[in-house]
């Protein structure tokens, strides 16, 4: 890019004069820098602070997250969503440990190797941590980008994204990378706005062409949205025994969810979707026969919960249930527990299941 030098240079200045104060940002740890490319993506700054700060407190180090089992880390995850990162992070932890003596790879080409780090989250860590000049593209970026050039083209196509990457390479500069990189991911957080861009305070408006042709708005440029599907989906709170359904003591089942799959790794309450022509009572019967091998008796509704998902919404109907006869087997989940309620605490749930089991607990006290 002919102007490239000025761009860099406008936009590290506007850094230097006023960048934000974040704590991944106060270290020069790689490992730190890691953790919080991980947690960032898809989610708020102001949500991963408290969890990138609770994190650090428990696994410090490298060898510290690869020595903790994985039931740890989806619990001090819990309720970050997007639960593979975590594994993922539990998973490169001991590649870190076995393949590179515990030390993180000092190059994007290398810290691809490790699960979990795509090219984006590499270039990130690279230049951050490492002084690389290696270039970074996430949804900030993109936007920032597809503005500056007033790229007409769809985003979402992978050539395009490749000509985006290749723009990002020629911007990079060879000293200050991860100062350059971190302002431009910031620029697209800050001011350049995907609904209000703010290009009076924008340090890069002169070079903007969006601007200069007022197309801010139209661009990055990206497909019409599909409608999001919706389903219902039944959960049963299964009892061992029907006379102590609903009570402080008795004891119910919850199922670990397969590692492979969407929320996996973590503890619910079992159940699944709806199909056609079934009441919710038949689905859960059918579900838990389907998961678990045995046979539930359905009692009474606890509660609803909807939830959206990146791809498509939920509604969650909960029911109290029993056991009723046959040996549990793994079929569908992960593992099984039989818990009571105060057991709950030791084990990883998604926001969902949690929403559950704030229900249970005015049940079982009386506040329902």
């Known amino acids: 890019m002919e102007n490239a030098r000025s761009i860099q240079d406008a936009l590290l200045r506007w850094w230097d004069a006023d960048h934000a104060d974040l704590p991944w940002r106060r270290s020069q740890d790689p490992?730190?820098?890691?953790?919080?490319?991980?947690?960032?993506?898809?989610?708020?700054?102001?949500t991963v602070i408290p969890y990138f700060e609770r994190w650090m407190a428990r696994f410090p180090t490298v060898h510290a997250l690869a020595e903790a089992s994985l039931d740890d880390v989806l619990k001090l995850w819990e309720g970050l969503g997007y639960y593979s990162r975590a594994r993922n992070l539990h998973a490169a932890a001991n590649m870190v440990m076995q393949d590179w003596n515990g030390r993180l790879p000092r190059t994007a080409a290398d810290l691809m190797k490790l699960k979990g780090i795509g090219r984006y989250t590499a270039g990130a860590i690279a230049s951050i941590a490492f002084n690389e000049p290696a270039p970074v593209l996430d949804g900030n970026?993109?936007?920032?980008?597809?503005?500056?050039t007033d790229l007409p083209d769809d985003v979402t196509q992978t050539s395009t994204k490749n000509d985006l990457w290749q723009l990002a390479e020629q911007l990079v500069p060879t000293d200050r990378p991860g100062d350059f990189n971190q302002a431009l991911m910031e620029l697209g957080q800050?001011?350049?706005?995907?609904?209000?861009?703010?290009c009076l305070l924008c340090p890069l408006s002169a070079h903007c062409l969006a601007r200069q042709r007022g197309t801010q708005l139209e661009r990055p440029v990206r497909p019409p949205r599909r409608r999001t599907p919706h389903y219902d989906v039944v959960a049963g709170i299964i009892w061992q025994n029907k006379a102590e359904t609903g009570t402080s003591t008795g004891k119910f089942l919850?199922?670990?969810r397969p590692f492979d799959g969407l929320l996996?790794?973590?503890w619910e309450f079992p159940g699944g979707k709806q199909e056609a022509n079934e009441t919710l009572p038949q689905a859960l019967v059918r579900e838990i026969k389907e998961?678990?091998?045995?046979?539930i008796g359905v009692a009474d509704f606890v509660t609803q919960v909807k939830h959206a998902y990146t791809?498509?919404?939920?509604?969650?109907?909960a029911f109290h249930a029993w056991h009723a006869d046959g040996q549990t087997q793994h079929l569908g989940v992960a593992n099984h527990a039989w818990v009571t309620l105060a057991d709950l605490d030791?084990?990883?749930?998604?926001v969902t299941d949690q929403k559950i089991i704030a229900a249970l607990r005015e049940w079982v006290h009386g506040d329902r």
């Open 190 to 198: 800050q001011l350049c706005l995907p609904a209000k861009p703010m």
């Open 31 to 46: 490992y730190a820098i890691w953790v919080s490319e991980i947690m960032l993506q898809q989610t708020q700054i102001a």
């Open 141 to 148: 970026v993109i936007r920032v980008l597809s503005r500056l």
């Open 311 to 317: 791809h498509f919404r939920i509604t969650l109907h």
């Open 254 to 256: 919850i199922a670990q």
């Open 291 to 295: 998961e678990l091998a045995i046979e």
């Open 346 to 350: 030791s084990y990883a749930f998604a």
């Open 264 to 266: 996996g790794g973590l």
